[in-house]
Nanobody, 117 residues
């Protein structure tokens, strides 16, 4: 059974840091990503990683501030978020796919990140 379980969200002041964790179990995933969605906005991809090879990609709005990494022994993907801004406030979702290309098939329940000014 596939499960994606996020943790690590919370309230932080602008300029602060948070680390999100996603335990992705039940399948071997070719790619795992973090998405976020703020109220009234479309969901956007924040970062993604190929757990097997480490190939990473980032959205323009987080480049240089966020870092995605994986610990395959723990089936966990992390999102280290530094220099947080109020506009980073959103629900953050972990997503995964088995196939190399295409849509993300599996989603977590989301974790709230709130950045106060």
């Amino acid at each position: 059974q596939v499960q994606l379980v996020e943790s690590g969200g919370g309230l932080v002041q602008a300029g602060g840091s948070l680390r999100l964790s996603c335990v992705a179990s039940g399948r071997t995933f070719s790619r795992v990503a973090w998405f976020r969605q703020a109220p009234g906005t479309e969901r956007e991809i924040v970062a993604s990683i190929a757990p097997s090879g480490g190939l990473k990609a980032y959205g323009d709005s987080v480049k240089g501030r966020f870092t995605i990494s994986s610990d395959n022994a723990k089936s966990t993907v992390y999102l280290q978020m530094n220099s947080l801004k109020p506009e980073d406030t959103a629900v953050y979702y972990c997503a995964a796919r088995v196939q190399i290309m295409g849509s993300y098939n599996y989603w977590g329940q989301g974790t709230q990140v709130t950045v106060s000014s």
